[in-house]
């Protein structure tokens, strides 16, 4: 009996050591604008609580301009830094690298810097908008020294979601009445983030042989006000374990810098097309920008 205790507990351990991770990022935060059901401070306390709960540090990745310059927006920044979460860089208008030219851009990542220089648990990491590094030989060169100059690093993104198209879908409805069920909406929010959880999984194994530590990319917005919980839970019951940033930073896999064939994804998308990789099957949804979720929502009469 003993044996087979031991026998389990020495199985259990080495499953838990080799479970799928994830880190949670957040991004355009703290967003300070108006949206239905809940104000600013209400999604940003929501979002924090959703983390605690789960005993999740995360990383938010500030865009300035969103509220955090403001005197009534830098409380919720601060509320990050005193929950201890890592706070990145993600400029200050989100602007898009390949519309600007390259020492505007430079010149929003300084001054969002020197905002968030000032928080604890400030790390020296830029979030590209869009996740869009250049389109151009000079703008991807220039900003690759501009982050070594400058010894910051890029915050990839692994496992990319469209979360801020359903997050539209949901205020659209909302907004037309504040009272309606948008329950459909919450089932199909986790069934996509699953779906591109498990798919992002696969293409790891296919271009690394192995599971990687993946970097999820959420944005601060009403639709993780109020599932992020229900996102946390559905990984856990996955059996994916929850770590933090750095951690998932740690991976080898993240020092990769591929040139980009494409705006915008994750980077286990431009590692694939790199080496000249179609999509695995299943593929096409992650490229598509949650066009599979919203026509199914639209069926339902959403």
């Known amino acids: 009996m003993m044996r087979s205790l031991l026998a389990a507990a020495i199985l259990a351990a080495a ?8 880190a949670i990022t957040i991004d355009d935060g703290p967003n300070a604008g108006s949206t239905p059901r809940m104000s600013a401070q209400e999604r940003n306390q929501a979002i924090l609580d959703a983390l605690a709960k789960h005993r999740v540090q995360a990383a938010l990745f500030v865009t300035s301009g969103y509220g955090a310059s403001t005197p009534q927006g ?5 509320a990050w830094s005193k929950a201890g979460h890592a706070i990145g860089n993600h400029t200050v208008t989100h602007p898009d690298l390949e519309k600007v030219p390259l020492a505007d851009y430079q010149r929003q990542v300084l001054d969002c810097d020197r905002l968030i220089s000032t928080q604890p648990g400030y790390q020296k990491w830029l979030r590209f908008t869009y996740l869009r590094e250049g389109n151009t030989p000079e703008k991807i060169d220039g900003m690759r020294k501009f982050l070594r100059d400058h010894d910051y690093r890029n915050a990839h993104v692994s496992l990319d979601t ?24 919450r089932i199909a929010y986790l069934a996509h983030i699953k779906q591109r959880a498990l798919a992002y999984r696969d293409l790891s194994q296919q271009l ?5 530590s993946q970097v ?21 019951k996955m059996g994916w374990k929850i770590i933090t940033p750095a951690e998932a930073f ?30 695995t099957p299943g593929g096409e949804r992650l490229v598509d920008d949650g066009d599979y979720e919203i026509a199914e929502l639209a069926k339902q009469g959403l």
């Open 15 to 22: 499953s838990a050591a080799q479970a799928q991770s994830v």
């Open 216 to 236: 999820l990319l959420l944005h601060h917005n009403l639709i993780n006000a109020l599932w992020l919980d229900d996102v946390l839970a559905q990984f856990e």
């Open 74 to 78: 830098l409380p919720l920044l601060q």
């Open 250 to 279: 740690a991976d080898p896999v993240y020092k990769l810098e591929p040139v980009r064939k494409a705006a915008g994804q994750s980077l286990l998308l431009s590692l694939g097309r790199t080496l000249g990789l179609g999509l």
């Open 162 to 185: 469209s979360d801020w198209r359903l997050n539209e879908k949901l205020e659209e409805v909302l907004k037309k009445d504040p009272k309606a069920d948008v329950s459909a909406i």
């Open 208 to 212: 690394q042989g192995r599971d990687i």
